[in-house]
């Protein structure tokens, strides 16, 4: 008994020490924790900015096309279930997957359009009713846009459409013309091979219906013979195949020409000398000045004093946008600007396409913004451009240009916020016209560091897709930072 009381006594006494040590540490705790709170609210403090619940919602890639959208694991989970479905050659049972992907992560895999080019393909030559074909055709033509804004090789696909159009819609001549012409404008001397021999071909035939005038058709086929003989020369890969496009097309435009190396005519210098001699004695007769002046045109003569004077005679007896295109040009690169913008003007009077129109102007107001350095003149030209060709991205491009231009002359933040307002621009041009979405992209690389870093516009209470008006340009643009 006495035992039981000693150990009853002992645990008392440990419970009570146990209880002392217990209250000790808490109280220590709680004087550690004083120093925590401090620090806590100083965390607090600094990080004020809301957190991004969901930062992959609005990651983009590098051209600006979201990379998951709201739902990241759905997203990589959709390209695992399209993909096992579309190797087996299911393309019905992969399409809602494949479309979740294409809608909500387009900028995650550039294989998503081309296995969706591959579906619609198929959908498109599987179809029967006509109806349902041409809306498989145009998921197709959607297709080649969207990949075009958001992966680039936008003339390569715009090439593309053009060869679809012309295989499976012949009657849309309209639209062919424009997409190959878009596609070797703006892939210059990285053009397709593919698409080169086509576009000729189809403008040789409306030179034959004469839908279009000799300067006109001359002036393709020197482009296209450039591009070419640029690729013979450098393109070790596919010279070959640029080569037969020049073996190709020479015949069809000798047949157009006229034959002037029967009389000894091979270049400018022997064009002035035998045609020189025929219109000093017959100045004013139309056949010598019409064959003086295609032959001038044919070798190139227009920087020559000489071609001025045929061309402007030649053009008062039979006046034409082209010949005026001519003379405007040789008055610019004798940086005559005044009489330059006069015959520009006089084209375009004559010019009854709108889209011809269009590239006309484009001319004179390049030549206002980068000649003349006149770039207020220029911002309003280019948007009376954009009014007479709604899908062309080329004056876009250039207001952008001019805007970032100008961003310079602004202060501080506002001077970041007008990189905004260019970037709007460029955006506009991809949308318009995909055709043009490389260059408009090159343009945004080039000037997306300059955009406001993210503490700028939590400094100033702004929101990301929020609107503000930039003072030094009296424009409003989209918030966005880099």
């Known amino acids: 008994m006495i035992r039981l009381k000693k150990m009853g006594l002992l645990a008392?006494?440990?419970?009570?020490?146990?209880?002392?040590?217990?209250?000790?540490?808490?109280?220590?705790?709680?004087?550690?924790?004083?120093?925590?709170?401090?620090?806590k609210e100083k965390i607090e403090e600094v990080m004020e900015m809301p957190k991004e619940e969901k930062p992959w919602a609005t990651k983009e890639n590098k051209n600006g096309c979201l990379m998951y959208g709201e739902d990241s694991v759905k997203a990589v989970q959709s390209i695992s279930l399209y993909r096992s479905v579309f190797k087996n050659g299911d393309y019905q049972s992969c399409l809602n997957d494949w479309t979740y992907v294409y809608e909500n992560?387009?900028?995650?895999?550039?294989?998503?359009?081309?296995?969706?080019?591959?579906?619609?393909?198929?959908?498109?030559?599987?179809?029967?009713?006509?109806?349902?074909?041409?809306?498989?055709?145009?998921?197709?033509?959607?297709?080649?846009?969207?990949?075009?804004?958001?992966?680039?090789?936008?003339?390569?696909?715009?090439?593309?459409?053009?060869?679809?159009?012309?295989?499976?819609?012949?009657?849309?001549?309209?639209?062919?013309?424009?997409?190959?012409?878009?596609?070797?404008?703006?892939?210059?001397?990285?053009?397709?091979?593919?698409?080169?021999?086509?576009?000729?071909?189809?403008?040789?035939?409306?030179?034959?219906?004469?839908?279009?005038?000799?300067?006109?058709?001359?002036?393709?086929?020197?482009?296209?013979?450039?591009?070419?003989?640029?690729?013979?020369?450098?393109?070790?890969?596919?010279?070959?195949?640029?080569?037969?496009?020049?073996?190709?097309?020479?015949?069809?435009?000798?047949?157009?020409?006229?034959?002037?190396?029967?009389?000894?005519?091979?270049?400018?210098?022997?064009?002035?000398?035998?045609?020189?001699?025929?219109?000093?004695?017959?100045?004013?007769?139309?056949?010598?000045?019409?064959?003086?002046?295609?032959?001038?045109?044919?070798?190139?003569?227009?920087?020559?004093?000489?071609?001025?004077?045929?061309?402007?005679?030649?053009?008062?007896?039979?006046?034409?946008?082209?010949?005026?295109?001519?003379?405007?040009?040789?008055?610019?690169k004798s940086e005559d600007y005044v009489n330059a913008e006069m015959f520009y003007n006089k084209a375009i009077e004559l010019e009854t396409n709108n889209a011809k129109k269009a590239e006309i102007k484009m001319e004179v107001t390049n030549m206002y913004a980068y000649n003349k350095k006149d770039k207020s003149t220029a911002l309003k030209m280019a948007r009376e451009v954009a009014e007479l060709r709604p899908d062309w991205g080329a004056p876009w491009i250039l207001i952008g240009n001019i805007y970032a231009g100008r961003a310079r002359n602004c202060e501080g933040f506002d001077a970041r916020m007008a990189v905004c307002v260019a970037m709007d621009m460029w955006g506009k041009a991809k949308r318009v016209d995909p055709a043009s979405a490389n260059k408009a992209q090159e343009s945004m690389n080039k000037y997306y560091g300059s955009l406001p870093e993210k503490k700028e516009l939590f400094q100033r209470g702004l929101s990301v897709g929020s609107s503000y008006t930039v003072p030094c340009l009296g424009v409003t643009t989209t918030v966005r930072h880099k």
């Open 12 to 39: 008392l006494l440990l419970a009570f020490l146990f209880v002392a040590f217990d209250a000790d540490v808490m109280a220590q705790k709680s004087k550690k924790k004083k120093p925590k709170k401090a620090k």
């Open 105 to 332: 992560a387009p900028g995650l895999r550039e294989q998503t359009f081309k296995d969706g080019e591959q579906i619609y393909k198929k959908f498109f030559e599987d179809a029967t009713d006509p109806t349902e074909k041409k809306k498989n055709f145009d998921k197709l033509m959607e297709i080649y846009d969207q990949r075009a804004i958001c992966w680039g090789k936008s003339a390569f696909l715009t090439g593309k459409k053009g060869l679809a159009y012309a295989k499976y819609y012949p009657e849309e001549k309209a639209k062919i013309q424009d997409f190959l012409s878009k596609a070797i404008d703006n892939g210059g001397n990285e053009t397709s091979y593919t698409v080169l021999k086509p576009y000729f071909q189809m403008m040789a035939k409306k030179y034959a219906a004469k839908e279009i005038k000799g300067e006109e058709i001359q002036e393709i086929y020197d482009k296209i013979i450039s591009i070419a003989q640029h690729n013979v020369e450098n393109n070790e890969k596919k010279k070959d195949k640029f080569q037969k496009v020049i073996d190709d097309i020479q015949p069809i435009y000798s047949k157009i020409a006229d034959k002037e190396e029967k009389d000894g005519v091979s270049d400018c210098a022997s064009a002035k000398e035998y045609y020189g001699v025929k219109y000093a004695e017959n100045p004013n007769d139309p056949v010598v000045l019409a064959k003086y002046y295609r032959a001038l045109t044919k070798f190139r003569c227009t920087a020559d004093p000489v071609f001025l004077d045929v061309a402007i005679k030649f053009n008062e007896m039979e006046p034409s946008a082209g010949k005026c295109k001519f003379i405007a040009r040789s008055y610019k």
